[in-house]
């Protein structure tokens, strides 16, 4: 009878501890459930971009932070210099670890304006990972990544949003945030990855991921599939687009100029 009393101690005790131990556990464990609308891009001969949605559930009083990520590639760079009094290009620089699509939004501006540098989003993250070739200086990688990113951004494909997530009025200690993302014409068939992170006081206090892909469709997925397997018959496909073309815009503006 005596250790029976005392398995029963010993397991109230471990209940306890347990007890305390998920009371102890902060917002972290609190689901982040993120969804994004749709999930299946397809770029057709006619597609010029869409807008994708984004929506989580996250505990009340905390702020947000999306990001849009794609697949870190290497691109090339082409510099520019003076020559002769001419700005012309001067050398090509290749970038690697860059992602080839980053967009990144927030419920609060203040976490995108002058956010810490071990906060791991928003062009300064970039900073880290991004490298170019010829081992240029600090200076001079500072100068490159700030060229590098004014050129994505003039392609839609980079870009920082701060503020444009919003959040619904708290219910059961839970609020809703909602915001909508470009996707722009020139993004490529892929996998892109969403991120949500939660944040409270400054800290991250939860992180949840989601992915969505684009594929092409149509005309534009056989001459994308013709390019990579079949690059002679491409080329030929291609020069005869060209002539039509040019064939159709020549008769469209000869007839326009004979109006007159």
């Not at 993120?34 to 505990?59: K, M, N, R, W």
């Not at 002679?232 to 040019?246: D, F, K, P, Q």
């Amino acid at each position: 009878m005596k250790s029976c009393g005392r398995l029963r101690k010993a397991i109230v005790l471990l209940l306890g501890c347990l007890g305390a131990l998920a009371m102890s556990i902060p917002a972290r464990e609190a689901g982040a459930a993120l969804s994004v609308v749709p999930d299946h891009v397809e770029i057709g001969t006619f597609y010029q971009g869409c807008q994708v949605a984004v929506s989580a559930v996250i505990p009340a009083g905390a702020e947000a932070v999306v990001e849009v990520v794609g697949r870190a590639n290497t691109q090339k760079l082409l510099r520019k210099g003076r020559r002769g009094g001419l700005w012309m290009s001067v050398a090509e620089t290749e970038v690697s670890g860059a992602p080839s699509l980053y967009l990144v939004m927030s419920t609060n501006s203040a976490l995108l304006s002058g956010s810490p540098s071990d906060l791991p989003w928003g062009y300064e993250a970039l900073a880290h990972e991004v490298r170019f070739t010829g081992r240029p200086s600090e200076a001079e990688q500072a100068n490159l990544l700030g060229e590098f990113i004014k050129l994505k951004e003039s392609e839609k494909l980079f870009g920082m949003f701060p503020g444009t997530l919003t959040l619904a009025p708290a219910t059961d200690g839970q609020c809703v945030v909602k915001g909508t993302f470009s996707l722009p014409g020139t993004v490529k068939p892929d996998t892109y990855k969403v991120s949500l992170s939660v944040v409270r006081a400054g800290t991250i206090v939860a992180r949840s991921d989601t992915e969505f892909t684009v594929a092409m469709v149509g005309f534009p997925a056989l001459l994308w599939k013709l390019a990579w397997n079949h690059g002679v018959l491409y080329g030929i496909v291609a020069v005869l687009i060209a002539l039509l073309t040019g064939f159709v815009m020549g008769y469209l503006f000869k007839k326009g100029a004979g109006g007159h």
